[in-house]
């Protein structure tokens, strides 16, 4: 059929994920090609693209070590967080160190993946440019920040109302000078916004459903997350690591109601890390008001669940993203409600020619978490290729029942793809070992095989 690319894998996305899956596909000698629908690679980080979601201001909440790519280390000199413009210009140097940009077709969307319907291998992929070709396998990278989720608010508001995802800076798309602000949701870009908002605006309200930790980006001049990795490393009890972040926590900001604000619900951990160190100074100051759930909207005021109400000139929402990808169907996916039921957030629980690279929201740096999530898929697809034994292997590591993470997290949409970043790297990187030793086992023994069929034709060839 035409565009017929049935022994190549497509990769759908060139942000951090799907750099990584072409990157460890290529290097395994698997021919791969990623499509693009922006100008250029970088994902979410490429701002002013319309799939970005970072704002002028943004940085890494993550920091560089434990961020970055291992076999691609960000620049010594750049600061522990850097920001989007640092985290743009790195992805661009990974794709040109390893080669990747001549098998990267940008400006084209993905808008079905489906299986051909004469039950031959492999995937169709159809794209914005019109074009539908075959391949044997494919992996979705395409983020999973794309769809706002708006909160369920009965009534209506009369003022301008926005999403986090558009919301870009205090004077785009909305200028905030002087107006009065209320921005819903507690999480990073809640809280974000919810500072340099009230910088500009003549009041700003912030409003969560339930108390939170605030996590500072250093502990004693150290980036906090290296700090906590060390105990990670030294497999320190949850119950020694939760003692010893309270403390460190109290020490650099104190805790939430130290600031007059909500005892959280839940215990250290048991949420995404929100990190911030300026908000509780922006509340000190008045600059910043603290308020609980949104009950209503009427009119151009916001009802409380607390029965008090306030007018305000905008609302912006950041209250997270739907789970989706609309090219696939949920049953290509495993998917149940929208959300993809796969092995490690990874893997179909059967097939070995699609896999999700990303799908995770980990409690640390993601990128160097998708790299050895790429390494496993381009092993898979190896296995798939040439090693039916190793492939028959992964397929039964697939369905043992998945071990209990080493916490529980609140039951929300927010935490659907949490994962504790130490113990499900670990879990990859035994995955990614056990294949690399069955590939090496199984090269072996073909080639054995080989030597002996070679060796049988001399013999027969000698014959009188």
């Known amino acids: 059929m035409p565009g017929d690319r049935i022994s190549a894998w497509c990769v759908i996305g060139a942000g951090p994920s799907g750099l990584a899956a072409l990157r460890n596909l290529r290097a395994v000698g ?13 994902g979410v ?37 850097p920001d989007r413009r640092q985290c743009l210009d790195y992805l661009e140097r990974y794709a040109r160190h390893f080669a990747l940009e001549p098998h990267i077709t940008c400006g084209t969307a993905v808008e079905r993946v489906e299986r051909p319907e004469d039950g031959a291998a492999g995937w169709l992929v159809t794209t ?42 205090p004077t785009q798309p909305v200028p905030l000078a002087g107006r009065r602000v209320l921005v819903v949701g507690g999480g990073n870009s809640g809280c974000d916004i919810a500072v340099e908002v009230s910088r500009h605006a003549a009041r700003t309200v912030h409003s969560t459903r339930r108390g939170y930790f605030l996590v ?10 290296v700090r906590g990795e060390r105990l990670l490393a030294m497999r ?101 409600g929208g959300v993809p039921r796969l092995f490690l957030h990874l ?12 799908l995770i929201q980990p409690d640390s740096g993601q990128w160097g978490i998708t790299d050895v999530q790429g390494r496993l898929v381009a092993r898979m ?38 994962v504790e970043h130490f113990s499900y790297r670990r879990a990859l990187e035994r995955l990614v070992r056990g294949m690399d030793r069955r590939l090496r086992r199984a090269a072996a023994d073909s080639l054995a095989a080989a030597g002996s069929r070679r060796a049988a034709r001399a013999r027969g060839r000698g014959r009188p």
Not at 278 to 301: C, H, K, Q, S, T
Not at 347 to 358: E, T
Not at 392 to 417: D, E, K, T
């Open 128 to 169: 914005s440019a019109g074009t539908t070709s075959r391949y044997a396998g494919v992996v979705i990278a395409s983020g999973h920040n794309r769809e706002p989720r708006w909160p369920d608010v009965p009534g209506a508001f009369t003022g301008t109302m926005l999403h986090a995802a558009d919301y870009k800076s």
């Open 347 to 358: 893997l179909h629980p059967h097939r070995d020619d699609i896999a999700v690279v990303g």
């Open 45 to 81: 980080w490429r701002f002013g693209s319309p799939s970005s979601r970072v704002l002028a201001s943004t940085r890494l909440i993550s920091s560089r070590r434990l961020t970055e790519f291992a076999d691609f280390p960000m620049p010594r000199g750049w600061p522990a967080y």
């Open 216 to 225: 500072p980006r250093f502990v004693r001049g150290r980036p906090a997350d």
């Open 381 to 418: 697809a190896l296995a798939a290729r040439a090693a039916p034994r190793v492939a028959a292997w992964l397929y039964r590591q697939r369905q043992r029942p998945g071990a209990p993470g080493p916490i529980r997290y609140v039951a929300s949409p927010r935490h659907a793809l949490e």
């Open 236 to 336: 320190a009890p949850v119950w020694l690591r939760r003692a010893v972040g309270l403390r460190a926590i109290d020490h650099a900001l104190g805790l939430p109601w130290r600031h007059g604000l909500p005892r959280p619900d839940h215990r250290l951990f048991e949420t995404h890390p929100v990190v911030n160190d300026e908000l509780y100074g922006r509340i000190a100051a008045g600059a910043v008001v603290p308020a609980g759930d949104v009950a209503a909207f009427a009119g151009a005021e916001a009802v409380f669940a607390d029965g008090t109400r306030e007018p305000f000139d905008v609302v912006i929402c950041a209250t997270g993203y739907r789970i989706g990808h609309p090219f696939i169907a949920d049953e290509h996916l495993a998917a149940t």
């Open 30 to 42: 698997i021919p791969a090609e990623c499509l693009e629908r922006e100008e250029g690679v970088g």
